[in-house]
């Protein structure tokens, strides 16, 4: 069962929003940055490699095993730009609110989404590795479904990326990250979410 748990919140039809979110690959798009599916490849790739490897992943991990409000307000404030903010804040707290109604209570205040699918992985028995590849995963599939609407790609393009980065996932679900050395440094993703905000022409809300 914790399979068929685990594919449900992997899933691009959790009612969480995902969708209407780029986290700035709209804007890399627009500066020029990425507009093939070479560019798509390498920007996607780079952001799961140096930012949510390095920090977000290693976070849902320890919060899986015992999740903590300080955790959760730590992440929110490593949030560059009032965009990511809002995306991880409104992302939780739809998990959370499915979550209260499947009988799962989230007992933190304003959830950020990496806490929320936590707590739910914790709560359905899920080992915390598959939960971990599960996370990336989602994540990745839903920038390849941005970058085919933004760049635009076709669908082929899109399978050979998810194909391509996908093998990386459980490597980096693997890695140990001490947590002195947690770190989502990359300045060119804040400084093109932060350009998104004003950016004239948008599909998505960050």
Do not use: C
């Not at 590795?129 to 920038?143: K, R, T």
């Amino acid at each position: 069962m914790s399979l068929a748990r685990l594919l449900q919140l992997a899933s691009p039809t959790l009612p969480v929003g995902a969708y209407s979110y780029s986290q700035g690959l709209e804007s890399a798009v627009e500066a020029g940055v990425v507009h093939d599916a070479a560019s798509a490849e390498r920007w996607i790739g780079d952001v799961l490699e140096l930012s949510l490897a390095r920090l977000e992943l290693p976070l849902v991990r320890r919060q899986i095993d015992d999740p903590t409000q300080e955790r959760n307000d730590f992440f929110l404030a490593t949030r560059e730009t009032a965009e990511l903010r809002a995306e991880t804040l409104q992302m939780g707290h739809s998990l959370a609110k499915l979550l209260g109604g499947l009988g799962i209570p989230v007992a933190i205040r304003d959830p950020a989404y990496p806490t929320a699918y936590a707590i739910a992985v914790r709560a359905w028995d899920i080992p915390a590795l598959d939960g971990a590849v599960a996370y990336l995963w989602s994540w990745l599939e839903n920038q390849v479904m941005a970058a085919l609407k933004a760049v635009p790609l076709g669908q082929s393009a899109g399978q050979r990326i998810l194909l391509s980065l996908g093998g990386r996932l459980e490597a980096l679900a693997l890695a140990e990250v001490d947590e002195a050395r947690w770190s989502n440094f990359a300045p060119g993703l804040a400084f093109l979410s932060a350009r998104h905000e004003t950016q004239y022409s948008r599909l998505f809300r960050s």
